[in-house]
């Protein structure tokens, strides 16, 4: 019998598309087969996120869009994952009756059951968080490809009061440091050139004894020629042992996301950030003396409830001490049953949506800025993939994250290679593949001479 086909779409963070492929996994260990497009799909996953109100609204959009599959063939089960399926619940099913499974992030290993009951026309919802699931043992399905996504730790303890994560996520817990390792050397075999850890606070991972710098250096060690990321870390959890383990250790990236959200401290408190701007600002200049050519990148809300100009002139201030090399800038968007939800939303659209743009606009100039000097200079590169722009160009990263496009020459997916850069703007770096220098041979050294 033909294997069935599940066709899984992305919304929302990393971890949702780390998520994404080990319930790839869990159906592939399951007898079904995966489909690149909906259209010949038995089964459609919407992993979904619930972030802000607009990642919301793109997911009901595209449920109204995936109508047509059902009516073109009724025996189409419709599932929706992740963090709104979480939120949600029995509403997504009730709401326009083309959903048939809602399954929360920690209850993935239901669905080929689900998935069976569904296509005998039972509808499901599984939501339960839970305090220890980590799927450990399941081997995500991964695209070929040259960069590895590993979920380390999931859930969230911190509850920033305007949050959802803690709610959709549930608590946190970390991976073993044994599995980790065991998922690394599998992607060193497979010839992945890059691994990102992943969490949500992934600087709060601990197994027993061992805290995330041990399990840094541990990673970095396993295949020194991977580079290794992670992502994202809060600020109150990033320890001067964890600093050192990224300058002493070649293989991990000097690039840290480090979300600061507001520079004002009266915001910051009502936020429950756990830090004051001047805190960060001293951590900032710790890791900067620690790591000399480490780039920094932040996540930063304009127009949190209460906010007066004077609280948001203290965001661009810090912008501008700590001059990051890009940020993610994001409208206060007010989530039911977090803390800030019952603080109102007293900043109207038209005054955020001016603030966003000038943080933005702000940060643009800065990330030009600190692009400039690469002018002239060379870079170190992992080629990716394609440019979107053109089939003649590659595209890539420095270790410093910054996309890099240039000719792609005789460089092959996954090399690592040296750019001389001729030309940035704020987002991209324009350069050339740097020939390897020829080695003059001894006798021509001679003759010449
Ligand atoms: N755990 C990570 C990421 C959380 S979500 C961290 O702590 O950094 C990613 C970003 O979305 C947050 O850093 C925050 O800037 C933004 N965000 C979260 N909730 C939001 C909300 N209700 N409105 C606007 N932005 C929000
Ligand atoms: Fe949300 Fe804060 Fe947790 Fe990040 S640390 S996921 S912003 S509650
Ligand atoms: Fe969104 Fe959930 Fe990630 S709310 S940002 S998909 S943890």
Redo the contacts with the bound molecule.
């Keep these: 019998m033909q294997k069935r086909k599940v066709y899984i779409e992305t919304y929302g963070?990393q971890m949702n598309v780390a998520d994404s492929e080990v319930v790839a996994g869990i159906m592939d260990n399951n007898n079904y087969a995966m489909a690149n497009d909906a259209a010949e799909a038995d089964v459609i996953f919407v992993n979904t996120c619930s972030?802000?109100d607009n990642a919301e609204h793109r997911v009901h959009q595209r449920l109204q869009t995936l109508k047509k599959y059902k009516s073109n063939s009724p025996g189409v089960v419709i599932g929706v994952l992740g963090c709104m399926a979480e939120r949600l619940r029995a509403e997504l099913i009730e709401k326009g009756n083309i959903v048939d499974l809602v399954v929360g992030p920690d209850e993935y290993r239901k669905l080929p059951e689900l998935v069976e009951n569904a296509f005998s026309g039972e509808k499901g919802i599984a939501v339960r968080l839970s305090r220890v699931e980590n799927y450990d043992d399941i081997v995500p399905l991964r695209t070929e490809g040259v960069s590895a996504w590993i979920s380390v730790m999931r859930g969230?303890d911190?509850f920033?009061t305007?949050?959802?994560?803690p709610f959709t996520r549930g608590r946190e817990r970390s991976r073993s440091v044994k599995s980790v390792l065991e998922e690394v050397r599998r992607l060193s075999d497979a010839g992945f050139r890059e691994i990102t850890l992943l969490g949500?606070?992934v600087n709060s991972y601990r197994d027993g004894d061992s805290d995330f710098a041990d399990l840094m250096e541990a990673v970095s060690s396993v295949d020194r020629s991977i580079r290794i990321r992670f992502t994202?870390?809060?600020p109150q959890d990033m320890s001067e042992k964890l600093i050192r383990t990224i300058a002493e250790n070649e293989n991990i990236c000097k690039y840290i996301?480090l979300?600061v959200?507001s520079g004002s401290d009266r915001i910051l408190k009502l936020m429950n950030r756990t830090y004051t701007s001047a805190q960060y600002l001293q951590l900032v200049e710790k890791i900067e003396s620690i790591i000399p050519a480490v780039s920094l990148s932040t996540?930063?809300?304009a127009g949190f409830p209460t906010e007066t100009e004077a609280d948001y002139k203290q965001t661009l201030e810090v912008m501008k001490q700590v001059r990051y090399d890009g940020a993610?800038m994001?409208?206060?968007?007010?989530?039911e049953n977090?803390k800030?939800w019952e603080m109102g939303d007293d900043v109207s659209d038209e005054i955020k949506v001016q603030r966003l743009n000038e943080i933005i606009e702000l940060q643009q100039k800065i990330s030009l800025e600190q692009n400039q000097p690469l002018v002239g200079k060379t870079v170190e590169v992992l080629v990716e993939r394609e440019s979107a722009k053109s089939s003649d160009e590659w595209m890539g990263r420095t270790d410093a994250n910054k996309v890099t496009v240039f000719p792609k020459g005789n460089a092959k997916i996954g090399d690592l290679i040296k750019v001389k850069v001729h030309k940035v703007n704020s987002a991209t770096l324009f350069g050339m593949i740097e020939q390897a220098k020829k080695e003059i041979p001894e006798y021509r050294v001679a003759v010449n001479l």
């Excluded at 994001?330 to 989530?335: A, N, Q, V």
């Design positions: 963070c972030v802000r969230c911190k920033c305007f949050c959802v994560v949500q606070n994202t870390s809060h996301h979300p959200q996540d930063i809300i993610f994001f409208k206060y968007s007010p989530r977090t800030a």
